[in-house]
């Protein structure tokens, strides 16, 4: 098993900053890839970024790309989320998620945090 759990999220003015981390315990080592996914208020949850622990490969959505830059901590277990130029259309709960390989499709991903609330205002 491996948990997860997301911190950083809050409330924001648009074109601002957050960083949101994922720290991750239990048996990370079964785990290849951390994933960043979002769902925005009457929507479907969407994939945002994703990483491979070792940061060799990096996918970004389209909606976030040189907006938002997923990376890794000095210590395995913690990935962040460094979210820049935020938009009113970037508020959503946040989740990290892990998985033994990289991928856009949540359905890929075995291990789930509770989320975070990223609000961006007007």
């Known amino acids: 098993q491996v948990q997860l759990a997301e911190s950083g999220g809050g409330l924001v003015q648009a074109g601002g900053s957050l960083r949101l981390s994922c720290a991750a315990s239990?048996?990370?080592?079964?785990?290849?890839?951390m994933g960043w996914f979002r769902r925005a208020p009457g929507k479907e949850r969407e994939f945002v970024a994703a990483s491979t622990w070792s940061g060799s490969r990096i996918i970004y959505a389209d909606a976030v790309k040189g907006r938002f830059t997923i990376s890794r901590g000095n210590a395995k277990n913690t990935v962040y989320l460094q979210m820049n130029s935020l938009k009113p259309e970037d508020t959503a709960v946040y989740y990290c998620a892990a998985g033994v390989a990289i991928a856009l499709r949540e359905g890929q991903y075995e291990y789930w945090g509770q989320g975070t609330q990223v609000t961006v205002s007007s």
């Open positions: 239990g048996r990370t080592a079964s785990s290849s890839a």
